[in-house]
């Protein structure tokens, strides 16, 4: 995802657009074990959390099979209809 797009979702998250595409990736992602709730930032994709999609492990190191969370807040990636989840829940 490039500069714009990060920029078009942050815009959109003030504006409240795209609410229902949001409110329907975020419940998705409120049940992923990559989630973090941020003091700051909110809701993010945790990229230094890897999880194995076969059997559901987490770690907090690089494993073969495993997928890192992409570090986006959520509150801005989950309103861009081109935007996609790394573990291709959404």
């Known amino acids: 995802m490039g500069l714009t797009e990060i920029v078009d979702g942050h815009i959109k998250e003030l504006l409240n657009k795209e609410q229902s595409l949001y409110e329907h990736r975020i419940k998705i992602c409120r049940e992923c074990k990559l989630m973090t709730k941020d003091k700051i930032l ?26 890192n969370g992409c570090g986006c807040r959520m509150g801005a990636k989950a309103r861009l209809p081109e935007a996609t989840c790394p573990l291709k829940k959404w």
């Open 42 to 67: 909110g809701e993010v994709c945790d990229r230094n959390k890897w999880f194995d999609p076969k059997t559901g492990a987490l770690s907090l190191i690089q494993l073969d099979g495993y997928i």
